[in-house]
């Protein structure tokens, strides 16, 4: 059977561009007879409250697209032991080390940069001897990163096609851990989709670019990784982005002026998965549903859909 996922980090209401990739998780699972699970990705424990998660399981039950699994879902601030077997896994052969550097250090104007406008780490912290750990430790907690190799780690993305990305070249040694002790998204959701026997995953083409990094996880960790999918982006009638902040696209707004039908049916349209915006539901989408009926470039949202 197949598992997909909805793993919103629940910083806000759920936007139309958070809808549409709940929706396509589920039209993806649910066409081949599969079950789709709830992770909450609070591992920010301070950006995520669970007021905000509650809100998701209800917006995402009030629209027909409920997930399957246990309730109350998983929730990642609860899982920091669990991660830190797979930390200490990691180290113990001798790929993780810790980082001292500075945010003004780490983002100099002189730091390469990924076309996503990340820095690419210059590994200022790798050699660092033990007496020079010990010294630096006494003024400040480091976070942790794991070496990467000189490789380049492809993948054929479900919707998208081919990407690849040479590691130590495109991305350097990523985050596991945080000083403050939060561990990073990149490690947080390879385990959890693995230990959640999740075999698709769905979601926005921002994350393309960190697939590759997971795989290597996945690899690294002997862990089964899932299929990709990635989703263009949705954008707002005038090409913006859409975030959490355009308030007139969230679900607490959208909920006051429409059925749970009219919302799907609108976003469908917009998505390519029907032909007018005619209110319809999530079951009668699924009879035929198909990955080609989706745009690879960026949707923007037709002006006075919503
Ligand atoms: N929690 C991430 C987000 O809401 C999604 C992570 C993922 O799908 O891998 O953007």
Same mark, same amino acid.
């Given at each position: 059977?197949?598992?997909?996922?909805?793993?919103?980090?629940?910083?806000?209401?759920?936007?139309? @561009?958070?809808?549409?990739?709940?929706?396509?998780?589920? &039209?993806?699972?649910?066409?081949?007879? @599969?079950?789709?699970?709830?992770?909450?990705?609070?591992?920010?424990?301070?950006?995520?409250?669970?007021?905000?998660?509650?809100? $998701?399981?209800?917006?995402? +039950?009030?629209?027909? &697209? #409920?997930?399957?699994?246990?309730?109350?879902?998983?929730?990642?601030?609860?899982?920091?032991?669990?991660?830190?077997?797979?930390?200490?896994?990691?180290?113990?052969? @001798?790929?993780?080390?810790?980082?001292?550097?500075?945010?003004?250090?780490?983002?100099?104007?002189?730091?390469?940069?990924? *076309?996503?406008?990340?820095?690419?780490?210059?590994?200022?912290?790798?050699?660092?001897?033990? #007496?020079? $750990?010990?010294?630096?430790?006494?003024?400040?907690?480091?976070?942790?990163?794991?070496?990467?190799?000189?490789?380049?780690? +492809?993948?054929?993305?479900?919707?998208?096609?081919?990407?690849?990305?040479?590691?130590?070249?495109?991305?350097?040694?990523?985050?596991?851990?945080?000083?403050?002790?939060?561990?990073?998204?990149?490690?947080?959701?390879?385990?959890?989709?693995?230990?959640?026997?999740?075999? %698709?995953?769905?979601?926005?083409?921002? &994350?393309?670019?960190?697939?590759?990094?997971?795989?290597?996880?996945?690899?690294?960790?002997?862990?089964?990784?899932?299929?990709?999918?990635?989703?263009?982006?949705?954008?707002? *009638?005038?090409?913006?982005?859409?975030?959490?902040?355009?308030?007139?696209?969230?679900? %607490?707004?959208?909920?006051?002026?429409?059925?749970? %039908?009219? $919302?799907?049916?609108?976003?469908?349209? #917009?998505?390519?998965?029907?032909?007018?915006?005619?209110?319809?539901?999530?079951?009668? &989408?699924?009879?035929?549903?198909?990955?080609?009926?989706?745009?690879?470039?960026?949707?923007?949202?037709?002006?006075?859909?919503?």
């Amino acid at each position: 059977m197949s598992t997909g996922r909805y793993a919103p980090s629940p910083s806000g209401r759920m936007h139309l @561009g958070n809808l549409m990739c709940c929706l396509l998780a589920w &039209l993806s699972a649910k066409s081949k007879g @599969g079950q789709v699970l709830l992770r909450i990705e609070d591992l920010d424990t301070q950006r995520c409250p669970r007021s905000y998660a509650d809100a $998701i399981v209800d917006d995402l +039950a009030w629209l027909g &697209l #409920a997930a399957d699994g246990p309730m109350p879902p998983v929730y990642q601030s609860d899982r920091s032991e669990i991660y830190q077997r797979y930390f200490d896994e990691l180290s113990r052969r @001798g790929l993780v080390y810790p980082c001292f550097c500075s945010r003004s250090q780490l983002h100099a104007a002189s730091a390469p940069h990924r *076309s996503d406008g990340q820095v690419i780490y210059a590994g200022t912290c790798r050699g660092l001897t033990p #007496a020079e $750990i010990a010294e630096r430790s006494k003024t400040r907690a480091p976070a942790w990163r794991v070496q990467v190799p000189d490789e380049v780690i +492809a993948f054929e993305d479900g919707h998208m096609g081919h990407y690849e990305e040479n590691l130590a070249r495109d991305c350097g040694d990523f985050f596991l851990r945080r000083a403050d002790g939060v561990f990073a998204y990149q490690l947080a959701v390879v385990v959890d989709d693995a230990l959640m026997g999740v075999d %698709e995953v769905v979601r926005g083409s921002d &994350l393309l670019s960190s697939t590759p990094r997971q795989l290597w996880l996945y690899r690294e960790l002997g862990l089964t990784p899932p299929k990709f999918y990635h989703l263009p982006l949705l954008l707002a *009638s005038d090409g913006r982005r859409l975030s959490k902040r355009d308030g007139d696209q969230s679900l %607490e707004n959208l909920r006051e002026k429409y059925t749970p %039908e009219e $919302i799907i049916g609108k976003l469908a349209f #917009a998505c390519g998965l029907q032909a007018s915006p005619a209110p319809t539901t999530p079951q009668a &989408l699924a009879r035929t549903f198909d990955w080609s009926q989706v745009p690879k470039s960026d949707i923007v949202l037709p002006e006075n859909l919503f």
